[in-house]
């Protein structure tokens, strides 16, 4: 009764948790810039928003301890 796992069954599996990961980041950072003209930012803070997300893309953070120092 037991069912035998592949490794083409967990590659695939892997490919759909990562489809639905780049959609959350899409959502996420259309929301983001979507409500940034709500806002009052200049146009250098809008950027450094954007550059941010980028880097989050990339996989690059910073602790939540430095980030409520900044």
Known sequence: ???S???GMVYQEVKRL???LDFL???IED???RDLPKTRLNNE???EIKK???EMKRGE???LDELRDA
Do not use: D, P
């Open 18 to 20: 990562n489809r639905r």
């Open 31 to 33: 929301i983001i810039i």
């Open 45 to 47: 803070e809008i950027e």
């Open 5 to 7: 796992v592949t490794l």
């Open 52 to 54: 941010s997300i980028e």
């Open 61 to 63: 953070c910073i602790k």
């Open 1 to 3: 009764m037991s069912e």
């Open 25 to 27: 980041e899409e959502l």
